[in-house]
């Protein structure tokens, strides 16, 4: 084994990106070290609603801001292209992407639907 790669990352740490971002300091802080906090990207999972075609999609991401626009205005080819425009309903964040795979998983299952068809009066 490489000793350079003694903990070879999982594919769930994989996806986890750390960011660092300095905070700053009031000046009568300034020859303190500054602080550092830590983001962890969430994952969320959505529910969107064609309203023309009355259709569910559920899906997860990392950045539901450019996934909603993939869907609406970007992607060139798709099961999603075809019932624009979409609407979020709802959507939930998670911490890890196994977390968020097995709730989208939970709502892709005919309970699910259900559930979402049920919760949202469609």
Not at 5 to 24: C, D, G, K, Q, S
Not at 31 to 52: A, D, W
Not at 82 to 104: D, G, I, V
Request: aromatic share 12%; with cysteine; net charge positive.
């Amino acid at each position: 084994m490489d000793s350079k790669n003694i903990f070879p990352l999982t594919a769930l740490w994989a996806h986890i990106r750390l960011r660092r971002t300095e905070v700053r300091s009031l000046p009568s802080q300034q020859n303190e070290r500054p602080q550092r906090e830590v983001f962890l990207v969430m994952f969320k999972v959505y529910i969107l609603h064609s309203e023309s075609y009355n259709k569910i999609y559920v899906g997860f991401t990392g950045n539901l801001e450019e996934r909603l626009k993939s869907h609406n205005e970007l992607g060139k080819k798709g099961w999603t292209r075809l019932y624009r425009p979409w609407k979020l309903l709802h959507f939930e964040e998670f911490q890890t992407k196994q977390e968020a795979l097995c709730r989208e998983k939970e709502l892709k299952s005919g309970k699910g639907r259900e559930w979402i068809r049920k919760t949202f009066s469609l």
